[in-house]
């Protein structure tokens, strides 16, 4: 008998039809309660207005694919902003993390941005987000290509490439005349304060305390290198603890190992024991904790293993471009984070599969710069609402004048 349908067959067969014409049944109510539809362009030519970001942002809500994800995001980030505790009326807690090349690129004035108007609470980055923030108050990075010069030929200019940002060697040299001084001072301080303690009682709490730890050595940077440019020259303004567990990963561990040799037998101690127990308990007693965490790696779990004291963070928001097929923690979605109790199950997260450059300050622009007051001047974490009106007059009036002095400061 052959398989062949008959040329004559009025129906196709059940078989196929059972397959493919089979009929949904039983959706969970809720399932699809949004239709997919896109920016409605003939509305937008008939306003004779420009797209706003924000409007785009909510059409991208019903796009799909990350589209969809970025728009969770900036609801998530203003569920952050807008909570207040229902008795001491303090807000969330948003700690803020990024990766070195985060600062190389532009979004460096997004997170000056953000610490300049106290819209976090605390940062956590690596040894290039400390170091290419001071860098850039130095000399400039510059916009190249990622394959118009080979590695070779660049390592001859003497050239260094980040992705498709050029930074001259010189600028390395530049941050090297700035702050191994600072480092002798620093060192001399350490070495002043350790004689103190040893003359005075030795049971006291301050004979205990490390006197330099990496969120101290930044908020130290961040004043000395004196620039309104400068995320760190605004973290230490406003009291924001950055903190950085390897902060030796980079052009700042190259300093400091050649001042070991400067400044030998002493040696400058920087202790990264006091600032875990400082993040910790920062996170510990807070009221609600939220988590923005741009790239992945270190900065990542660092945050989110802060949070498992906490409980679990309350909000999460990922944006990086790592998968999670190789079980890397860079790449693992907030589930997984779930399944650790680094953020609580009942948790508002999301994670964006895209690049920070491009997504996040479009994230910014419909979520933090569009509120009013930021986290830390509506919740006391940084000032009051009333405080930071004053401050906001009183860092405008600075500007003029850092601009003027700022080179000769830096000497």
């Known amino acids: 008998m052959s398989d062949q349908p008959s040329t004559g067959a009025t129906t196709p067969p059940s078989t196929a039809t059972d397959?493919?014409?089979?009929?949904?049944?039983?959706?969970?109510?809720?399932?699809?309660?949004?239709?997919?539809?896109?920016?409605?362009?003939?509305?937008?030519?008939?306003?004779?207005?420009?797209?706003?970001v924000n409007d785009l942002v909510e059409a991208m809500a019903h796009t799909g694919f990350q589209a969809t994800s970025v728009a969770e995001a900036v609801r998530i980030i203003n569920d952050m902003l807008a909570w207040r505790h229902p008795e001491s009326g303090e807000g969330t807690t948003i700690v803020l993390g990024y990766t070195s090349n985060m600062i190389s690129s532009g979004l460096r004035d997004t997170f000056r941005y953000l610490v300049q108007h106290r819209k976090v609470s605390a940062i956590v980055t690596t040894a290039g987000g400390i170091e290419e923030d001071l860098i850039k108050c130095l000399a400039p990075t510059y916009v190249g290509s990622f394959n118009r010069h080979d590695g070779a030929s660049l390592r001859r200019y003497g050239v260094n490439r980040i992705g498709n940002l050029y930074v001259p060697n010189d600028n390395y040299c530049a941050f090297e005349d700035w702050l191994l001084p600072r480092l002798d001072r620093m060192l001399d301080e350490q070495e002043v304060a350790r004689q103190s303690h040893t003359t005075s009682d030795s049971d006291s709490d301050s004979n205990m305390m490390p006197y330099w730890t990496p969120s101290k050595v930044i908020a130290h940077l961040g004043r000395e290198i004196n620039d309104p440019e400068s995320v760190y020259?605004?973290?230490?303004?406003?009291?924001?603890?950055?903190?950085?567990?390897?902060?030796?990963?980079?052009?700042?561990?190259?300093?400091?190992?050649?001042?070991?040799?400067?400044?030998?037998p002493r040696r400058l101690q920087i202790d990264i024991i006091d600032d875990i127990r400082h993040l910790n308990d920062f996170v510990l007693k807070a009221k609600r904790v939220g988590i923005v965490v741009l790239g992945a790696g270190l900065v990542k779990h660092h945050i989110a293993n802060a949070c498992l004291f906490h409980g679990g963070a309350e909000s999460a928001v990922y944006v990086n471009t790592a998968q999670e097929y190789d079980g890397s923690d860079a790449g693992a979605r907030p589930d997984e984070a779930v399944s650790w109790g680094k953020i609580k199950i009942a948790a508002d997260a999301v994670k964006v599969h895209a690049d920070a450059t491009i997504v996040f300050p479009m994230i910014v622009a419909c979520t933090f710069a569009k509120q009013a007051v930021g986290v830390g001047e509506a919740s006391g974490v940084n000032g009051s609402a009333d405080e930071s009106k004053t401050n906001d007059k009183s860092d405008a009036d600075e500007n003029d004048g850092h601009e003027n002095r700022r080179i000769n400061d830096r000497t």
Do not use: E
């Open 233 to 264: 020259y605004w973290a230490a303004k406003n009291d924001i603890p950055v903190f950085c567990p390897a902060l030796t990963d980079g052009s700042l561990g190259d300093m400091l190992y050649f001042h070991t040799y400067r400044s030998s």
């Open 19 to 52: 397959a493919i014409l089979r009929r949904s049944d039983g959706i969970p109510p809720g399932l699809m309660s949004d239709t997919v539809r896109g920016v409605n362009w003939d509305q937008v030519q008939q306003s004779q207005q420009p797209l706003s």
